[in-house]
């Protein structure tokens, strides 16, 4: 008997975002039949149709079936050839996504990591953004203070940046339980900004990051920023970013969570996550909002209420 022995200098991944196969049944032919398409070099063992595409898990793009096998000497050539930058980058991102249970997602575009032309918001504007929704979230559950809070915001000279939905939160006299549930995620965006502007050293896990909360990382954030009804403008204007990188990378992360989670919807798997998806989705959002910068003066404020957390 005859046994098909496996070219060991012969490595199958995928030529646009490098993905390789997991020994999972990822594909499935026109009969309905699913398999391991690299088991049977694309060929259905049920109907015997031979494919001659193959599509990736990973970046969802087609490709030629046969181009997804690779020498050892191509991939070296592969891996040496573009921005070195980029390609830390790309493993860096893919690494943390699949260490949060997210393995088969990847980045098949290599200036989709390149922030170099994004325009964030200022540090000040993001420290006001801050404070505001650390202020929402005091006051999810300080109903009766709210007017405290405005008159505080106001006087600070950042109510102009309060959203127009959070301004009918300030306002509503009683507030709908599914509206408090939603503002009272907004701890996490304030932590978040936290993080961005070197007020917490560290973001706690995205599957952690609920039972966290009250722990280390908030107890942080709250003896580097200001107590809510003190004076602003003078810790708001001395505001820094940590690295750009660090921050694109965070946002990216959450992005392709909720590119994840929005697929799941779709093709009714198991999530093989523990991440809170609510912690998730506050962290795209004040992370989009923070790349969304216009020239034409726009107040924050205005734009929070319409972030595109879609993918």
Same mark, same amino acid.
């Given at each position: 008997?005859l046994?098909?022995?496996?070219?060991t200098?012969?490595?199958?991944?995928?030529?646009?975002?490098?993905?390789?196969?997991?020994?999972?049944?990822h594909?499935?032919?026109?009969?309905?039949?699913s398999?391991?398409?690299?088991?049977?070099?694309?060929?259905?063992p049920?109907?015997?149709?031979?494919?001659?595409?193959?599509?990736?898990?990973?970046?969802?793009?087609l490709?030629?079936?046969?181009?997804?096998y690779?020498?050892? !000497?191509?991939?070296?050539?592969?891996?040496?050839?573009g921005?070195?930058?980029?390609?830390?980058?790309?493993?860096?991102l893919?690494?943390?996504?699949?260490?949060?249970?997210i393995?088969?997602?990847?980045?098949?575009?290599?200036p989709y990591?390149?922030?170099?032309?994004?325009?964030?918001?200022?540090?000040? !504007?993001?420290?006001?953004?801050?404070?505001?929704?650390?202020?929402?979230?005091?006051?999810?559950h300080?109903?009766?203070?709210?007017?405290d809070?405005c008159?505080?915001?106001?006087?600070?000279?950042?109510?102009?940046?309060v959203? *127009?939905?959070?301004k009918?939160?300030?306002?509503? *006299?009683?507030? !709908?339980?599914?509206?408090?549930?939603?503002?009272?995620?907004?701890?996490?965006a304030?932590?978040?900004?936290?993080?961005?502007?070197?007020?917490v050293?560290?973001?706690?896990?995205?599957?952690?990051?609920?039972?966290?909360?009250?722990?280390?990382?908030?107890?942080?954030?709250?003896e580097?920023?200001p107590?809510?009804?003190? *004076?602003?403008?003078?810790?708001?204007?001395?505001?820094e970013?940590r690295?750009?990188d660090?921050?694109? !990378?965070?946002?990216?992360?959450?992005?392709?969570?909720?590119?994840?989670?929005?697929?799941?919807?779709?093709?009714?798997k198991d999530?093989?996550?523990?991440?809170?998806?609510a912690?998730s989705?506050?962290r795209?959002?004040?992370?989009?909002?923070?790349?969304?910068?216009?020239?034409?003066g726009?107040?924050s404020?205005?734009?929070?209420?319409?972030?595109?957390?879609?993918?």
């Open positions: 008997m046994f098909w022995k496996r070219n200098d012969t490595i199958i991944q995928c030529p646009n975002c490098e993905w390789k196969p997991d020994g999972e049944k594909w499935a032919c026109s009969c309905g039949h398999w391991n398409t690299f088991e049977t070099k694309a060929k259905c049920q109907c015997k149709k031979q494919w001659q595409d193959t599509v990736c898990p990973g970046c969802g793009k490709s030629p079936h046969k181009s997804w690779k020498t050892r !000497e191509e991939i070296n050539a592969l891996e040496s050839a921005d070195s930058q980029l390609r830390a980058k790309k493993k860096s893919e690494s943390r996504l699949v260490g949060y249970g393995k088969n997602y990847r980045v098949s575009h290599l990591l390149d922030h170099s032309n994004e325009k964030f918001h200022s540090p000040f !504007e993001a420290g006001c953004r801050m404070m505001i929704l650390y202020a929402i979230s005091y006051a999810v300080k109903l009766h203070e709210r007017a809070v008159d505080w915001l106001q006087r600070e000279g950042l109510w102009d940046r959203s *127009p939905k959070e009918e939160f300030f306002t509503d *006299p009683l507030p !709908e339980k599914e509206t408090l549930r939603e503002l009272s995620w907004r701890i996490e304030a932590l978040t900004l936290g993080w961005c502007l070197n007020k050293k560290v973001l706690p896990r995205l599957d952690e990051a609920s039972n966290k909360i009250n722990g280390q990382a908030m107890r942080e954030f709250q580097n920023v107590a809510l009804g003190e *004076p602003l403008m003078s810790f708001l204007s001395n505001l970013y690295s750009l660090e921050i694109y !990378e965070e946002n990216l992360v959450n992005e392709m969570a909720t590119t994840y989670f929005r697929d799941l919807m779709f093709s009714r999530d093989q996550t523990k991440i809170n998806r912690v989705l506050e795209h959002r004040v992370l989009n909002w923070l790349r969304t910068h216009y020239e034409d726009n107040f404020g205005e734009l929070w209420d319409d972030v595109d957390t879609s993918t």
